[in-house]
């Protein structure tokens, strides 16, 4: 007699959504941070056609009433009206949130107090990190959802050990140099599903398909609270007396000339210095708010191979220790280059280029990736420069 061994057949596992979920996706909840512009607005509109249980939330981050007449921004009054229409056409509730106050704390008052202590901040990435990021991914979490969905070029993959951050699929648009600070928490409650696709053109054409007015807007171009991009007029207003002129001083502090406020010039910069007609081209290499300095030199000054860096935000699976080959980016324009990153405790790391980088600033990101791959391993905050390349 034969007798039968093992546990009776299991029923199947449900298969997962797209979102990564075991269950229909009308049992799934997600929250879409809706910007106003073409990229959130496809991402709601796509889960909503995909059956999804979809919550719009726009946050209005400063005085949109002041901000109506500033084409290319996001969280103004007319993007706060594009993401309703987007919400009303394809049926799903869309609420909007009031941050200023959060906004201004956590992003725009940091933001003028580090242009005045001679750094260039990315206020781009406090505002993910400390508002979209942790406050609006707290309400998600409120409003009972699954996950929280965002219009970023960035994908999220599920690796060996946990969910990783990857960069877009289209390096043109890929931003994950944005990013780097999403912890891990945050990681595992998020998705991306606008970051595989391979080109803009797409996410026109879904805009297109939906029937969205958003279809053509054009995207956001210069930091939402800072119109036509001119940082030096809006930190004058958040902080009187921020561009007392100063002295232009070479590197042995030799004074060559004045300027109109320490606010006005960043590092690297050539032009409208007004000290023309001294020989070889100067460069602004450092910045000395409390001297009312601006220190220029020759372009090999501005050469940089050692970077300190802080608040690292670590992604990898491995603990962050030790020394690591890696690439790096120090700016989002440019492609990550070969680097040797070494943990020196707690969040801070120091950070070798093998190849010079010209224009290193205080106040940058430094974004760490692995080497030859798509995998974001985090990041941090440029703190100073300590010297030259020899």
């Known amino acids: 007699m034969t007798i039968a061994t093992g546990a009776p057949n299991a029923a199947p596992e449900p298969a ?65 009206h594009d993401a309703r229409r987007v919400a009303e056409r394809m049926g799903f509730p869309h609420y909007v949130l009031d941050y200023e106050n959060k906004f201004r704390e956590s992003v725009i008052d940091e933001f003028a107090d580090a242009y005045l202590a001679g750094a260039t901040p990315v206020p781009c990435i406090r505002c993910n990190e400390r508002v979209k990021f942790r406050d609006l991914l707290q309400t998600a979490r409120e409003l009972d959802a699954d996950c929280m969905a965002t219009g970023h070029y960035i994908q999220r993959k599920e690796g060996a050990a946990q969910a990783e951050l990857h960069m877009a699929a289209d390096p043109a648009r890929d931003q994950s140099y944005f990013l780097f600070s999403t912890t891990q928490e945050q990681l595992d409650f998020l998705r991306f599903p606008l970051g595989h ?73 050539r032009r409208g210095l007004g000290i023309g007609g001294l020989g070889d081209p100067l460069y602004v290499v450092r910045l000395d708010p409390d001297a009312r300095h601006v220190v220029v030199g020759p372009k090999s000054a501005l050469a940089t191979k050692i970077v300190p860096v802080g608040e690292v935000n ?77």
């Open 16 to 80: 997962l959504n797209s979102l990564g979920f075991a269950k229909p996706p009308s049992q799934t909840r997600v929250v879409v941070a809706m910007s106003g512009g073409v990229d959130s607005s496809v991402v709601a509109a796509k889960l909503a056609r995909e059956g999804y249980d979809v919550v719009g939330v726009t946050l209005q981050l400063y005085d949109h009433g002041a901000a109506l007449a500033k084409k290319g921004a996001c969280c103004a009054g007319q993007d706060i």
């Open 314 to 390: 670590w992604l990898g699976d491995q603990p962050f220790e030790g020394e690591i080959a890696c690439e790096v980016r120090i700016r989002s324009t440019r492609p990550p280059r070969p680097a040797i990153l070494r943990a020196l405790g707690g969040r801070k790391a120091e950070v070798e280029l093998l190849d010079p980088e010209e224009g290193v600033s205080p106040g940058q990101a430094c974004v760490f990736y692995e080497s030859g791959g798509s995998r974001v391993l985090g990041g941090g905050w440029i703190t100073v420069r300590r010297r030259p390349a020899a």
């Open 197 to 269: 696709l391979e080109s803009k053109a797409e996410t026109r054409a879904l805009a297109a398909e939906f029937g969205l007015a958003v279809a053509d807007k054009p995207d956001s171009q210069d930091i939402c609270f800072v119109p036509n991009g001119d940082y030096a007029s809006v930190i004058e207003k958040l902080r009187p007396g921020a561009a007392d002129p100063g002295d232009i001083v070479d590197q042995a502090g030799n004074v060559l000339g004045q300027h109109r406020g320490v606010i006005h010039y960043t590092i690297g910069q």
